[in-house]
């Protein structure tokens, strides 16, 4: 397969390989890039021949020719089990904690022998890192929470280390929760709510995290491009709102009414541990580190956001 060319824009040139390709971010990260004339390497567990340059992969067993990463300039780390599809099973939460552990170290020992390492790794995480913190105002600065989320972020957090040591500029995103209509929390929410089945969840009261699909992929550029930016970014709006604000939200916005709630013990019921981790925990992230570098979102209100993207 053909070797990725350099590609060039008006201030940096750019060479950028990206795990998790085919995914929501990564597919829209895909397709930002490439509208800008930037040639991607994508690495993929089955390498399908396509005409996009491709390198195969996998978490436990490495990468099939890691010297074609040799002068990337950037690389993107996406790859991961799921953590919203399929209740947590013992099996599911290992492959979940795997994935991402053992991935960002195989990746990581791949970058840190190549003779032209990349200037930057930009690995994604999650705002689950805080786990379960009320109304408290979470910054990069603020400890860890307890519970497998925070455990795992922790150790997938960790496994970059080796890189920023031999010299790579490591970013860490914490991603809050993606609104998109194609895929995420968003759009597993729009069926029931357009047939007047929404509600808050539990007391409501918890605080979701926000953050548009388009200001993710924005954030990802931003973090490639500036040079400052490392270490743990939230990438989360500005404006955090309650569950129970979200679902009023989204239920104007569809000109739905929101008046079936979901009771905390409903939810764990129907969703098991993830139930608590996922809809029940309550993080209040705020952009501060973003904010700072000069960031400039599209989508500040969750408003303006959701009626962007569900028209």
Known sequence: ??????????????DIAITGASGLVGSALCKSLTGDGKTILRLTRNASGAPQPELEWDAKSGISDPGRLNGVGAVVHLAGESIADGRWSEA???RIRDSRIDGTQTLVGALTQLEKKPAVLVCASAIGYYGDRGDEGLDESSPPGKGFL??????WEAATGPAAEAGIRVVN???GIVLSKDGGALASMLLPFKLGAGGRV??????????HLDDVVGVIRHAIDSDSLAGPVNTVSPQPVTNAEFTKVLG????????????APLARLALGEMADDLLLASA???PGKLQESGYRYRYTDLKGALSAELG
């Open 1 to 14: 397969m053909a070797e990725a060319e350099r590609i060039t824009d008006s201030s940096t040139t750019f």
């Open 173 to 175: 995103i914490r991603i």
């Open 92 to 94: 599911k939460k290992r």
């Open 202 to 211: 539990g007391s409501g009261e918890q605080y979701w995290s926000w953050i």
């Open 284 to 286: 209040r992230v705020l």
């Open 150 to 155: 925070p455990d795992v972020c922790k150790a």
């Open 252 to 263: 104007n916005v569809l000109h739905r009414p929101t008046i079936m709630p979901m009771p």
